[in-house]
């Protein structure tokens, strides 16, 4: 069996196995889902999953048939009010559990954690609506923080926030705190391997990712690694270790190491510290390596002191991880950037077609669902042939596309498909840049 049919066949079971059990999907268990109506829960399921840039009715006339028993679009609205929090995520581990996990580096599951913004329709809600720093108009927008594997390509988890009270490194924690990396096919458990960008270099995290046991690697700005290294930081290059003492007291009286004050790092105010209750006099200390590294004159991203470090924070063992490996397990962190501009554009994350942040939240994890199932059903489409002047790769829009009629029960050709329509790589080319403020779309939709 193909690839891309395997894959939607396994779409196809996890739907049906998640209807089967519509308490664990429903807001009210004891009344949703409980009787046949026009809108099933598997039908519900599909229909979220193979959204695309149409109309909702036209979208289930496409889904259930262009019949006159075809339920309308109040139905589905009312269906999908009735989805609690947790049913889509649900779908989503149901259908990734049916994969095999590929290990890096033979004993890690890599994973790479960004956030990205989704403009909503206009409304009223506090929690999306923020106001833009540039063109200093209000517009609603959600912040979902996101999991993905590099290595199968696939978003393993996400937890999705209102744009104005977004917190990406609290998301991020809830994301580390309930993921379970898995086990090899030969049976050997593996341990999670995190990657993320300076956004989450915070004390917090470390704290959640130690007590996890995961491992990570960070990048932190130059004032926030030479804030861990306390004073005296050495100039150029290192790879230094370090420990650190948190604590939310200033009180000298009851620190255990009083004669050390450099080890300690006092959080400030409202900062969380989940690890240590508030007003508590306890204390939590952590080892962690830091790593600076020279960048590229010409890579093309300066931040605003002009300084060309990439300063890298982890728990990884120096006898097992040089700088040099640190440094490319954060290169595989742009991949994350590159899906979620997929998940976004190719899938259509960034229309959701609802004010309600709730049901918006829903249409996110559609998308996230859609996005696996095309991922790993274009496993064994081969690279295309090369031109006579420029390499040729694979359109993942088109991909994409095929991928989704075929769940919906069309025929397609996908490698025949997309081995026509391959694009030509013009490798070198640089474009700087640009910041082009713009208002975010808003849809008159319904829900």
Excluded at 93 to 118: E, H, N, Q
Excluded at 142 to 150: F, I, Q, R, S, V
Excluded at 359 to 385: F, K, T
Aim: hydrophobic share 35%; proline share 7%.
């Amino acid at each position: 069996m193909l690839a891309s049919d395997l894959s939607v066949h396994r779409l196809d079971r996890s739907i049906a196995e998640v209807a089967a059990q519509p308490w664990l999907c429903a807001v009210d268990p004891t009344r949703d889902f409980t009787r046949r109506r026009l809108l099933p829960l598997g039908s519900l399921l599909h229909a979220l999953v193979t959204r695309d840039c149409h109309s909702i009715g036209t979208e289930l006339l496409d889904h259930l048939g262009w019949t006159g028993g075809t339920p309308g679009v109040s139905s589905y609205c009312k269906a999908r009010r009735k989805l609690n929090d947790g049913a889509m995520r649900l779908l989503n581990s149901t259908f990734l559990r049916k994969w095999d996990v590929v290990p890096y580096l033979g004993a890690y599951r890599l994973m790479l954690a960004d956030g990205t913004g989704i403009p909503m329709p206009a409304s009223d809600d506090e929690s999306t609506r923020i106001r833009n720093g540039v063109g200093r108009f209000w517009h609603n927008e959600m912040h979902p923080t996101l999991a993905y594997d590099p290595v199968r390509d696939t978003f393993e988890d996400a937890v999705a926030q209102g744009a104005r009270k977004s917190n990406e490194p609290a998301a991020l924690n809830v994301i580390v705190d309930r993921f379970y990396p898995g086990r090899a096919p030969d049976g050997t458990r593996l341990a999670a391997l995190w990657a993320a960008d300076r956004n989450y270099a915070t004390l917090n995290v470390f704290c959640h990712m130690i007590e996890a046991g995961a491992s990570f690697c960070i990048r932190a700005s130059d004032s926030r690694a030479e804030g861990l290294l306390g004073a005296g930081a050495p100039e150029g290059e290192f790879d230094l270790d370090v420990e650190v003492i948190a604590t939310k007291t200033r009180s000298v009286a009851h620190r255990s190491r009083p004669d050390e004050p450099g080890l300690y790092r006092v959080v400030k105010g409202r900062t969380p510290l989940d690890a240590i209750p508030d007003r508590s006099f306890a204390e939590y200390p952590m080892r962690l390596r830091v790593v600076r590294v020279a960048l590229p004159a010409d890579d093309g991203d300066p931040n605003e002191e002009g300084d060309r470090w990439l300063n890298l924070v982890t728990n990884l063992p120096r006898d097992a991880f040089a700088p040099s490996d640190l440094e490319e397990i954060y290169r595989v962190r742009w991949k994350v950037e590159l899906r979620i501009r997929d998940l976004k554009h190719n899938v259509g994350m960034r229309d959701p077609r609802t004010r309600d942040p709730r049901l918006a939240a829903h249409e996110m994890w559609g998308s996230i669902v859609c996005y696996n199932c095309c991922s790993l059903g274009m496993a064994d489409i081969p690279d295309p042939e090369p031109g006579p002047r420029h390499e040729r790769a694979t359109d993942r829009s088109v991909a994409f596309r095929g991928m989704r009629r075929k769940m919906l029960g069309r025929r397609v050709d996908l490698e025949a498909v997309c081995a026509r329509h391959a694009h030509s790589v013009r490798r070198g080319r640089k474009a700087p840049r640009r910041k082009r403020p713009q208002r975010p779309p808003s849809f008159p939709y319904r829900g």
